[in-house]
């Protein structure tokens, strides 16, 4: 999944090289007028150094200014999901305790229902404060005054992907990397608030990594889903109820409307941005812990399925036709995609070698026993002698590579220089791959490259065609005639201006 990943993107370059050629987006204007908002709203104008016209401009130092301040808010944003997310394991641990000691449930099941219950309730957090980020994200960028469409909508997309970023994937990175790593041993418990710290269990902290992916993609895949295809409906027949009289009702039917009155009574479009933030959350959930979860693309790919099924629904019957906006590319999204992608590999590089017990049975395997025979008691520690006796000599065992002081063991800190040369070969690897590919796989397909090439001549052909009949029609009143070499040396240099003009 980490090379697909990171090979998927450089595929993608190629498919975009097609597209822009099919639709003529190759010579895209990289002048872009200013903002309708901005315009609105500037204090001020200035020429334009490259075009020279007065256009409405902001001061820079004042939207640096905000844009500190944006950030401010961001930050203290992003610090809402760690208090969520405590609050979150605080309820699990207590109900786990109390599961285990008011009812006959055992240790396990008390665990299990915990768990279930706190993925649902975290689920359920996460759906709104997305909601609340993505207001407060474009309020933010409306506040920062930036002058062309491209930037404001790059910035707005910035801006929701950072918050999204921590509000979806922080219980999962906590799950995975974090959780069981700060219990302590048995008489010398770390705690939180006077609470024990939350233990992995007995298979480890993939199975509740897998749980909690499971129960945050899959209900928000079938939540997205279910208001994709009732919200849309409702809204329309309330608009359609709306904007029709009592008169119009009672005298006027469906066949009567004319096709552009039927089309206005639709919603408005508000574009793409909801699809690609979906399809981009999704990316990261089925690369970034995929190697706790490899069930999540098989539930991503079915999802897609019914997903272009009710995308059409919605964008032909129940929207108003999109206003075309011109674009050479998705913008941004490449780039936050590439940089879900390194995330990706750096991740997985983590999760099999810390998070999983790969490591640990190769070094046990290669060392001790080709087998695998004791490779549990291998990785369980004796609780200290004290601990014991207060508890009427009862031996107990505990996951760790401790002594019976509780002191860590030499095959601990062989396992972690094992471990950390793991992730740096891994990543390696998987990123000289990755670079490999890039220069071997062009960024533009053969066949589109020859088309433009083919283009390009055309278009000098046909200058010069042009320029030879206009100065034939000139030769007659006493110019001379310039040869044909002279005119494809003058051309050649506005070839490239020529496509433009010309198109297919």
Request: glycine letters at 4%; one cysteine or more; aromatic letters at 14%.
């Amino acid at each position: 999944m980490s090379l697909w990943a990171v090979t998927f993107l450089e595929y993608w370059k190629r498919t975009c090289s097609y597209l822009s050629h099919r639709w003529d987006f190759l010579s895209f204007p990289e002048q872009e007028r200013p903002r309708p908002e901005f315009s609105a709203m500037a204090p001020m104008t200035m020429r334009n150094p490259v075009t020279g016209a007065e256009e409405p401009y902001f001061p820079e130092n004042k939207r640096l200014n905000r844009t500190a301040t944006g950030c401010m808010v961001i930050v203290i944003m992003i610090c809402v999901v760690p208090m969520f997310l405590i609050a979150i394991i605080l309820y699990r641990t207590i109900l786990r305790v109390v599961l285990y000691k008011s009812t006959t449930t055992d240790s396990a099941s008390a665990g299990t229902i915990a768990s279930i219950s706190a993925s649902v309730l975290n689920l359920i957090i996460i759906l709104t404060l997305s909601r609340i980020y993505t207001s407060l994200a474009g309020i933010l960028t409306r506040w920062e005054m930036h002058r062309t469409q491209t930037k404001y909508e790059d910035m707005f997309i910035l801006k929701v992907f950072i918050f999204q970023f921590v509000n979806f994937y922080s219980t999962p990175v906590y799950i995975a990397f974090f959780k069981g790593r700060f219990v302590g041993y048995p008489g010398m418990y770390n705690t939180l608030f006077g609470i024990r710290n939350e233990a992995c269990g007995a298979g480890g902290c993939l199975i509740d990594l897998a749980q909690e992916l499971l129960v945050i993609m899959v209900g928000k895949q079938i939540i997205n889903n279910i208001e994709e295809f009732i919200s849309p409906k409702v809204k329309a027949w309330w608009q359609r109820n709306k904007m029709r009289t009592p008169q119009m009702a009672g005298t006027q039917t469906m066949m009567d409307v004319s096709p552009w009155e039927a089309d206005y009574e639709l919603l408005v479009c508000e574009g793409l941005f909801g699809e690609y933030l979906e399809m981009v959350l999704q990316f990261g959930f089925i690369t970034i812990f995929v190697a706790a979860c490899p069930l999540a693309p098989l539930f991503a790919l079915m999802n897609n399925w019914v997903e272009i099924r009710l995308d059409a629904q919605k964008y032909v019957k129940e929207f108003r036709r999109p206003v075309v906006e011109r674009a050479q590319d998705i913008g941004i999204w490449f780039h936050i995609l590439q940089f879900i992608s390194h995330m990706a590999v750096i991740s997985n590089a983590f999760l099999i070698a810390f998070t999983s017990s790969f490591v640990p049975r190769l070094y046990y395997r290669y060392t001790r026993d080709s087998t695998l025979s004791g490779f549990v008691n291998f990785t369980l520690a004796t609780a200290p002698q004290s601990y014991m006796q207060q508890h009427h000599n009862v031996s107990c065992r505990y996951r760790g590579m401790r002594d019976e002081k509780g002191e860590y063991l030499p095959e601990f800190y062989k396992l972690l220089v094992i471990r950390l040369s793991f992730v740096i070969i891994f990543e390696h690897v998987v990123f000289f791959i990755h670079r490999l590919i890039d220069l071997i796989v062009p960024d533009i397909p053969e066949d589109v490259e020859l088309k433009m090439k083919r283009e390009h001549y055309m278009a000098k052909q046909a200058l010069a065609e042009n320029k030879v009949q206009h100065l034939s029609f000139e030769e007659p009143l006493g110019r001379p005639c310039l040869s044909l070499n002279w005119f494809h040396a003058e051309t050649s240099e506005n070839a490239s201006s020529a496509l433009s003009s010309t198109g297919d």
